[in-house]
């Protein structure tokens, strides 16, 4: 997926009649897709739980293919609870939503 040219308003309808129906203007364009997103959460958000779990069990007791697999299953933990917060979230406005 190629980002459009610059200039372009790149949004779908979906986005625009999600935001029409809060009332708000879009402002940020999108120009990820879901697999170079979900690429980057596992790599920047499991690191610090893949360096605990590797100092402490996957080099001692697997070497380094230990540590690949144990890098999967940060990487998997990390998704499952990424999507239950996301799943909470998304059940209804709260405090810490932004409102203009």
């Avoid at 610059?6 to 999600?18: I, K, L, N, P, Q």
């Avoid at 998704?79 to 405090?95: F, G, Y």
Wanted: glycine share 12%; hydrophobic share 45%.
């Amino acid at each position: 997926m190629t980002p459009p040219p610059m200039g372009e308003v790149a949004h779908t309808s979906t986005d625009a009649r999600d935001m029409g129906r809060m009332g708000k203007v879009q402002q940020v364009k999108r120009y990820f897709g879901p697999w170079g997103l979900m690429g980057f959460a596992s790599v920047t958000g499991a690191v610090w739980q893949y360096v605990l779990l590797t100092l402490i069990w996957s080099f001692p007791n697997g070497g380094a293919s230990g540590a690949f697999y144990m890098y999967i299953v940060c990487a998997v933990g990390l998704m499952l609870n990424t999507l239950s917060l996301a799943e909470m979230a998304s059940t209804s406005e709260h405090h810490y939503s932004f409102r203009t």
